[in-house]
């Protein structure tokens, strides 16, 4: 039997490639030599396989010892047993020692089958129970081969994996060859009649959060969180976040240094757009800051149409539309309300001017946290938040007598707040040349939250009508968090 040694290490051999144990080795390889016996034998047999540690196979074949065979497979005539020993009888089990060498090859090739096929099996179960749960993680990999627009690509972790980028899935901004590295997002896992496909995504905006967790560690530590997310792939993607600790700046963690961070990922989507924005629960805040790079002058929401009306200078129209109305409609998205978006001069033309320019009942404002105003000591704003005070709505209503009643507020913190709320809702009643209403200088509702909407992109003074002179996100980032700083 030393012939049979040669062909175990063989099996020994691909059993370390595919990462198998001694004991799924040899299940391997009686599996095998039992398919070989069906062939050489006719059918499904009983044997008992025995493999030994040094390599030796040793092989019975059992038959029962019948009055007339009705299974030639299984079963022997007992004149046929009387020739080995005369002292069988009807019910015996009759005991055929099978050398390994005696195999034909259709037998070889059958046991060779059987031996592939479990193997691709146990690779398939392997792959379902490793990536079932990992559906929305980074992967990464390298290019094999273009066929018909998808990509097909060779795992780093699990070379035997189909893992494929359809054209859907692709960045219409990149190529890739043929040996490249590539990381995309596990979008999806596939049946397929060969087995589990998995479906990978590099347009997905998925993978931009994907890769914002790899440069960013404090949304890996969860200190930081991307709250809403959308994309539009090669053109724009908005991202916002917030922070669960106060002390840290979510949109400047997302940055960088120097716009560090940002660039990595914007490297990485070869070049594409970013806008990262101070996620904020009121929708009215929140629609300000989406329209980034765009400054908004005002807006006006309709909470049972979930319908907000942003209206800005006309300066400012083409950042906020973007290119074939990419930007307002990203906005949207994210926001998850529909915004309808005027210049003031359409505005006014529309009888808009009483919700533009104030003056009459209609004019509203959004509230916003005191936290977000410039002037007000810290001392000062944790007297009032233990006071519960922490809105501006919240501080409009109250004189200097009610600031005095606040513990730990003095005649000059009151003094402080009163010139505060005066400097912030002076109105001027000048009227202009050609009798049109008076326009109220109500910074509350523009300068102070605009100084909390730092995005990536940041608008030039005097931007241009078309929205392809809109800056490189990635640098406006960089300017946008040293100014903050």
Excluded at 89 to 115: C, H, N, W, Y
Excluded at 285 to 296: E, G, Y
Aim: net charge negative; hydrophobic share 40%.
């Amino acid at each position: 039997m030393n012939d049979q040694i040669p062909i175990v290490e063989a099996f020994r051999m691909m059993a370390a490639n595919k990462s198998l144990t001694e004991l799924e080795l040899h299940d391997l390889i009686r599996d095998g030599i039992q398919a070989a016996l069906a062939r050489r034998f006719g059918g499904p047999v009983e044997a008992e396989i025995d493999i030994t540690d040094g390599g030796d196979i040793s092989i019975v074949v059992l038959k029962e010892v019948v009055e007339e065979v009705e299974d030639p497979a299984r079963e022997v005539t007992l004149e046929q047993a009387r020739w080995d020993d005369p002292d069988f009888q009807v019910g015996d089990l009759m005991e055929i020692p099978v050398d390994f060498r005696d195999f034909g090859r259709s037998a070889v090739m059958a046991a060779k089958q059987r031996i592939i096929q479990r193997i691709r099996e146990g690779e398939r179960d392997r792959i379902r129970m490793e990536f079932n749960d990992r559906v929305g993680d980074l992967v990464s990999g390298e290019v094999q081969a273009s066929e018909r627009g998808k990509l097909v690509v060779m795992l780093n972790r699990s070379r035997d994996a189909e893992a494929i980028i359809p054209w859907r899935e692709q960045n219409p901004r990149e190529r890739f060859r043929q040996g490249e590295p590539i990381r995309a997002v596990l979008k999806l896992l596939e049946e397929t009649p060969r087995g589990p496909r998995l479906i990978l995504s590099r347009a997905d905006p998925q993978f931009v959060a994907s890769l914002f967790a790899l440069e960013v560690p404090e949304i890996y530590q969860d200190i930081v969180e991307i709250k809403e997310i959308v994309r539009e792939a090669g053109g724009r993607t908005k991202v916002a976040v917030a922070s669960r600790d106060e002390s840290v700046d979510p949109v400047g963690a997302c940055v960088g240094l120097k716009g560090s961070r940002v660039q990595a990922v914007v490297s990485e989507l070869s070049g594409e757009r970013i806008d990262i924005v101070p996620w904020h629960p009121d929708p009215e805040i929140f629609a300000r800051r989406a329209l980034a790079p765009a400054r908004v002058a005002k807006v006006i929401s309709n909470q049972e149409g979930h319908v907000i009306t942003a209206i800005v200078d006309e300066d400012q129209l083409s950042l906020a539309i973007g290119r074939n109305g990419q930007n307002v409609r990203l906005a949207s998205q994210l926001i998850g309300w529909q915004i309808d978006l005027y210049s003031s001069r359409d505005w006014m033309e529309r009888g808009g001017e009483s919700g533009l320019f104030g003056g009459g009942d209609e004019y509203e404002m959004s509230d916003f946290p005191l936290s977000e105003l410039e002037g007000i000591a810290p001392a000062t704003l944790a007297a009032l938040e233990a006071a519960g005070i922490g809105s501006f709505y919240g501080l409009l209503d109250m004189d200097r007598s009610d600031f005095l009643q606040v513990p730990g507020i003095g005649p000059d913190e009151a003094d402080t707040l009163e010139a505060l709320i005066d400097e912030l809702t002076v109105v001027d009643e000048t009227q202009t040349a050609s009798g049109g209403p008076a326009k109220a200088d109500t910074e509350a509702d523009t300068e102070a939250p605009a100084k909390a909407d730092v995005a990536v992109d940041t608008p030039a003074p005097d931007a241009p009508e078309e929205p392809r002179a809109e800056p490189a996100d990635a640098m406006s980032t960089a300017a946008a968090s040293e100014g903050t700083a």
